[in-house]
């Protein structure tokens, strides 16, 4: 598991992807700045955030596990 944090004006979507496309959570948030709990494995995950106005962003999540 692992945190994810965000920051951005006015509300917006966030989608996590795994690498085949799946939808994995959504959510809407309104928060200017945000800390997300994703409890994921270890693996490689997008972020695509959408805001009111239409504007897409994506970015790749690389989670790690620490535990030995």
Do not use: C, N
């Not at 692992?2 to 959504?26: A, H, M, N, P």
């Not at 009111?52 to 989670?63: A, C, D, H, K, N």
């Amino acid at each position: 598991s692992g945190k994810l944090f965000v920051e951005s004006e006015g509300e917006f979507t966030l989608k996590i992807y795994d690498l085949t496309g799946q939808l994995l959570r959504q959510s809407t948030l309104v928060s200017e700045k945000l800390e997300i709990q994703l409890d994921l494995p270890s693996g490689i995950y997008f972020a695509k955030i959408t805001s009111l106005q239409g504007e897409v962003f994506s970015y790749p999540i690389t989670m790690i596990s620490l535990e030995r």
